[in-house]
């Protein structure tokens, strides 16, 4: 069983800085994209930043230049490095993988249980 564990969440004030970090576990022969997701009260959930096996990146617009999304391989790991931090950041944010258990399985679609971050002073 594929599980996908987030920590680093919390409350920080304006201009502030955290790090996610999202594991995955259970049996895994790869993991072909990494991507965050985050989700406001009342809003929908939005694609923070992806980033696939390729290296190919993407982000928010309104995250340029302050998100950084990184990966271990050897590890199952991926980062979202989030520096200058607004209140408009303030959010739930899920990790989302899609990987094969082998490699002739299925590539199949994982998500975490979510991290509060709060920006707040």
């Known amino acids: 069983q594929v599980q996908l564990m987030e920590s680093g969440g919390g409350l920080v004030q304006p201009g502030g800085s955290l790090r996610l970090s999202c594991v995955a576990s259970?049996?895994?022969?790869?993991?072909?994209?990494w991507a965050w997701y985050r989700q406001a009260p009342g809003k929908e959930r939005k694609l923070v930043a992806a980033r696939t096996n390729g290296d190919r990146i993407n982000y928010l617009d309104s995250v340029k230049g302050r998100f950084t999304i990184s990966r271990d391989n050897a590890k199952n790991t991926v980062y979202l490095q989030m520096n200058s931090l607004k209140p408009e950041d303030t959010a739930v944010y899920y990790c989302?993988?899609?990987?094969?258990?082998?490699?002739?399985?299925?590539?199949?679609?994982?998500w975490g249980q979510g991290t509060q971050v709060t920006v707040s002073s």
């Open positions: 259970g049996h895994i022969f790869s993991v072909y994209h």
């Open positions: 989302n993988a899609e990987l094969k258990e082998t490699l002739t399985a299925d590539l199949l679609d994982y």
